[in-house]
C-alpha cells in the first residue's frame, strides 16, 4: 500500500521543530525520527540547538529562513507553507524524501525519548488487562514511563499517515 515510501532514502534524520508547526513533531516521532519541539521563543536559541544537534529546523518563521547559517546552507531549514498539518507533513516527506516506515514505534509521541523493549510480565501491572491479554509487544519511555503498545490509538495514527503518505505519492506520479 506504500510501497512507494518505501523506495525512499532512509537517512537518518533529526529535527527542531519550532511552535508554529508544533504538530510535526509527534507526527514525525510516530515515523520514528527524533523532532525536538522547541518551546522557547528566541530564533537564536533555536539555531544553535539545531547547530550543535546536527538538526533540520521546521519552521514557518521566514526571519529563520533569511539568516546567514541557512542561506549559506551550513544549517538545513526548511519554510512550511501550509496551514494545515496533514499539508505540512506531506511537504517535509516530500522535500526531504523520508521514509514514513523509518522506525516505527520506536520514540515516545510525548518526550522524544527512544523507546525500550519491555516483556509482557514486566508491564502486567501497568496495561490493562484486556490488553495484557491481547498484546504482547510492549514499549517503554525511560522519561515519562508510558507504555505503549500496537493498539487501537497506534493503528489510528499509523492509518492516517499511511492515507496522507499515499495521497501525497499519488499527486506526485500523475
Ligand atoms: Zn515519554
Known amino acids: 500500500m506504500i510501497a512507494h515510501c518505501g523506495q525512499r532514502t532512509t537517512i537518518e534524520m533529526k ?12 507526527w514525525l516521532r510516530m515515523m520514528g525520527y527524533d523532532a525536538q519541539f522547541f518551546e522557547g521563543s528566541a530564533d537564536s536559541q533555536m539555531i544553535a540547538t539545531a547547530l550543535a544537534e546536527s538538526r533540520v529546523i521546521l519552521t514557518r518563521d521566514t526571519q529563520i529562513m533569511r539568516r546567514r547559517v541557512v542561506t549559506s546552507s551550513q544549517l538545513k531549514a526548511i519554510l512550511i507553507q501550509s496551514d494545515e498539518p496533514e499539508q505540512q507533513m506531506r511537504q517535509v516527506i516530500d522535500t526531504l524524501k523520508l521514509d514514513c516506515q523509518f522506525q516505527p514505534f520506536s520514540i515516545c ?44 490509538h497506534w493503528q489510528a495514527m499509523a492509518r492516517n ?14
Open 161 to 174: 499517515l499511511e492515507k496522507f503518505i499515499k495521497d501525497s505519492t499519488q499527486e506526485n506520479t500523475v
Open 109 to 152: 509521541l510525548e518526550c522524544n525519548q527512544p523507546l525500550v523493549e519491555r516483556s509482557q510480565e514486566r508491564v502486567k501491572d501497568l496495561v490493562p488487562p484486556y490488553v495484557f491479554q491481547t498484546r504482547n509487544q510492549y514499549m517503554e519511555c525511560p522519561a515519562c514511563h508510558r507504555i505503549y503498545w500496537r493498539g487501537t
Open 15 to 26: 529535527f527542531i521543530v519550532d511552535n508554529n508547526v508544533g504538530k510535526l513533531a509527534k
